[in-house]
């Protein structure tokens, strides 16, 4: 999996202050995106151990709230394994931290993969320009759905974060 960029104290991608990984490849390809420059996986720069010790150093400080994966898209089909690893080792590493995670896939065609349990928030849903509107909170256009994951799957029918 390639990335192109961590970022750390985000306040726009998630609630709280916040470590991003810019991951590279996407085949949604939405007209207006911002990322569009992410859309072909081998931009951007390998993830490897030292992108993972930077990554997980940012997660180690306190004032973290947690990380959030975007890209591109963290759910490109060759990018599902590297992030389901990542997912399931900064869960168990850092059990307090939130996990937030934008795709352009919806959510009942990703529901099954086997880390989706450890994420806290999806923000599913290609991103729609004529749909657009800045003045929504952490999703771009207004078909997209800030989906608390625990929640939706305890009961079973999409519940959206509050």
């Given at each position: 999996?390639?990335?192109?960029?961590?970022?750390?104290?985000?306040m726009l991608n998630g609630a709280g202050l916040r470590a991003v990984l810019w991951v590279s490849?996407?085949?949604?390809?939405?007209?207006?995106?911002q990322n569009p420059q992410t859309w072909p996986a081998c931009s951007g720069i390998a993830f490897d151990e030292a992108a993972k010790a930077e990554l997980f150093s940012y997660l180690?400080?306190?004032?973290?709230?947690?990380?959030?994966?975007?890209?591109?898209?963290?759910?490109?089909?060759?990018?599902?394994e590297t992030i389901g690893t990542l997912i399931t080792e900064i869960r168990k590493r850092f059990p307090a931290k939130t996990i937030w995670l934008y795709t352009g896939s919806l959510f009942e065609d990703i529901r099954c993969l086997p880390f989706i349990p450890m994420?806290?928030?999806?923000?599913?849903?290609?991103?729609?320009?004529?749909?657009?509107?800045?003045?929504?909170?952490?999703?771009?256009?207004?078909?997209?759905r800030v989906i608390d994951v625990r929640k939706t799957l305890e009961r079973g029918t999409i519940v959206l974060w509050d």
């Open positions: 999996m390639n990335y192109h960029n961590i970022t750390v104290d985000d490849g996407c085949d949604h390809r939405c007209p207006g995106c180690e400080r306190d004032y973290i709230d947690g990380i959030t994966f975007s890209g591109g898209d963290p759910l490109f089909a060759p990018n599902r994420i806290d928030v999806i923000v599913d849903g290609p991103y729609i320009e004529r749909l657009r509107d800045v003045q929504l909170h952490w999703k771009g256009s207004k078909n997209q």
